[in-house]
C-alpha cells in the first residue's frame, strides 16, 4: 500500500477528489441536451471553478509550492465575463463560502510557472468534449521533481473501478506514487476514500499480454487528437485483430493500468505534424502506467522529458503499453513511418 501519510500524496488526492465534486456539479447542472456545440460555457466555468479548488488547497498546504495549469484568470478579470466569473465563484464557494470573485481569480493564478524544479501540474478537466458529451474525462495532477513525475492522480467521474465505464456511479481515483505501486478507489460516495484508505484503495496492475494478435489499443475519441487512419496502419502492420476502444481524456491510462487495455497511442494528426503534448496531459497517467506495471516513451521510444515546460518539447507523441509489447510496438510504428 503507498504511504497515504505523506503530505503531498494525501494533499493530491484530496484536491483532486474536491476539484472532481465540483466539476461532476457542473455537468450536471449546466450541461443539458440543448447545449450547441460551440457552446463551452460549462467546460469554463468547470475548468476556471477545479483550478481555483486546486490552486487554493496548493496555497493552504504548501504555500511556497509552484503550478504549472492550463488555465490563467486573464480572461475572468475582464468586465464582460464577469458572468462567467459569478458562476465560477458560485461552484467555489461550495468548496469555500469565503470564496469572493477577487479570491477565486488570485487562487487560479496562486504561484502559476512555465517550468520549475519543484511544480505541481494540473489540468483541471482532461477531455473536454467527452465532458461536453457527459462521457469520459480526468481531473488530473501530478507532482513534478527534477524533472520526474513523483505522484499523479486522476479523478474519473464516469469511470467505474479504473476500467468500466459508468455515468452516474461511483467514479474512480486513481494514484500512482514512485516506487509504491498504483491503486484505485471510488471517487465518490464514501468519505473513508479520504481518511482509512487503506481498505478501499485496490492495486492496478496491467495485463500480461505479449502477443501482438491479442493486444488491444486504446484511442482518442477526437481525430482532432490523434490519427486515426496512422493508428488503423499501425494496428494491421502490429498484427492487431480486435477493434480499438474508443475514450476520451487520461482515462484511457486508468483502464490500461487495470489491465483492461494493453496499448495507447497519440500519434501526430496531418494537419499539426509539429504539435507536442502539454504536461498536464501526460504526467499523471504517465506515472500510474509506470506504476501498474507498464511503460511510456514517445513514439522514437525516449522517455518523456517533463523539464521544457508547458510542452513536452523534447518528446513526439506518446507510446503507453504494458511494457511487454513495447518494443513490437515501436517497431511496427518505424515501420509505418510514424
Given at each position: ?54 490552486a487554493r488547497l496548493l496555497a493552504h498546504t504548501f504555500p511556497l509550492e509552484n503550478l504549472v495549469a492550463e488555465e490563467n484568470a486573464a480572461a475572468l478579470r475582464q468586465p464582460k465575463n464577469s458572468a462567467i466569473l459569478e458562476s465560477v465563484t458560485h461552484f467555489v464557494k461550495r ?109 492496478l496492475r496491467v495485463a500480461q499480454i505479449d502477443r501482438p494478435g491479442q493486444a488491444r489499443i486504446l484511442r482518442s475519441v477526437e481525430s482532432g487528437h490523434t490519427n486515426l487512419d496512422q493508428i488503423d496502419r499501425f494496428a494491421a502492420a502490429f498484427g492487431v485483430t480486435a477493434a ?95
Open positions: 500500500m503507498f504511504d497515504h501519510n505523506q503530505p503531498e500524496i494525501n494533499f493530491a488526492l484530496y484536491a483532486v477528489h474536491q476539484a472532481a465534486l465540483i466539476v461532476s456539479q457542473v455537468q450536471k447542472e449546466l450541461i443539458s441536451p440543448a447545449l450547441t456545440k460551440d457552446d463551452r460555457s460549462p467546460v469554463t466555468v468547470a475548468d476556471f471553478a477545479a483550478q481555483a479548488v486546486v468548496h469555500d463560502h469565503q470564496a469572493t470573485p477577487e479570491r477565486v481569480c488570485d487562487w487560479i493564478d496562486h504561484n502559476r510557472v512555465d517550468s520549475a524544479e519543484h511544480f505541481w501540474t494540473l489540468d483541471p478537466i482532461d477531455g473536454t468534449k467527452g465532458f461536453l458529451r457527459g462521457e469520459q474525462y480526468a481531473v488530473a495532477l501530478a507532482l513534478v521533481v527534477g524533472g520526474q513525475v513523483q505522484v499523479g492522480v486522476l479523478g474519473c467521474p464516469n469511470l467505474e473501478d479504473s476500467y468500466r465505464p459508468l455515468v452516474g456511479g461511483a467514479g474512480s481515483l486513481v494514484v500512482g506514487v514512485r516506487g509504491q505501486g498504483a491503486w484505485t478507489a471510488p471517487l465518490f460516495g464514501n468519505q473513508a476514500v479520504m481518511t482509512s484508505p487503506d481498505a478501499l484503495f485496490k492495486p480499438p476502444l474508443s475514450m476520451d481524456s487520461q482515462a484511457k491510462y486508468a483502464v490500461l493500468a487495470a489491465g483492461q487495455g494493453d496499448l495507447y497511442l497519440r500519434l501526430l494528426s496531418a494537419d499539426k505534424p509539429d504539435y507536442r503534448e502539454k504536461i498536464w496531459d501526460q504526467a499523471a497517467g504517465s506515472i500510474i502506467i509506470e506504476e501498474a506495471g507498464g511503460k511510456v516513451t514517445d513514439l522514437h521510444g525516449h522517455r518523456l522529458d517533463f523539464t521544457t515546460g508547458r510542452s513536452l518539447s523534447n518528446n513526439r507523441g506518446i507510446l503507453a503499453s504494458n511494457s511487454l509489447l513495447h518494443p513490437s510496438a515501436l517497431a511496427a510504428l518505424r515501420q509505418i513511418g510514424a
